[in-house]
């Protein structure tokens, strides 16, 4: 249990059996009445916001999350197999579970993956969260169209799929072959590798 007190950006808590992460909190203490913490709220498995407006010290869950780093080894079927980089246990995911960034996903691959460990009836279940991906990838161009002489940094932009099967957007200059650093919380090209 955690106090409304002790809200913090950041702070995980539990809530109609989902897991919101405070995004914004304010302590008030009005002329008149008790004192209120008022939140922001964001749901980590939907990623809608809400506000609302706890009473000061009043209780609530929190979240009791593992952060652990696994390696995206292969996909089978519409499952992909992650492993636990310290034990070696496998866990299957499916492209829902990883968001739209599994555009990205490429074997062997370091990703964090963020668990909610609950105790229900006697044991223990873990639910992914999220899985962050690396901030930035290098991924090979296997399609786009051709260069022309006298394309430049400074000119238009063209798509260009790459080896995950993802489609970004990139200088006029790149061919196909060439591999490039993307950007993967933005979708955006950052230069040659």
Known sequence: MISSNDF???VSIVL???VWRVVEFLHVKPGKGS???RTKLKNVQNGNVVEKTFRAGETVPQANLEKITMQYTYKEGNEFVL???ETYEEDRLNATQIGDRVKYLKEGMEVNVTFWV???EKQTIKQVLEVE???SV???VLETDPGVKGDTATGGTKPAKLETGATVMVPLFITTGERIKIDTREDKYLGRE
């Open 8 to 10: 913090r950006t950041g």
């Open 35 to 37: 004192a209120f913490v």
């Open 133 to 135: 991906l690396p901030n």
């Open 138 to 140: 290098v991924l090979e």
């Open 16 to 18: 109609d059996q989902s």
């Open 118 to 120: 609950k105790q229900e």
């Open 83 to 85: 492993m636990d980089m």
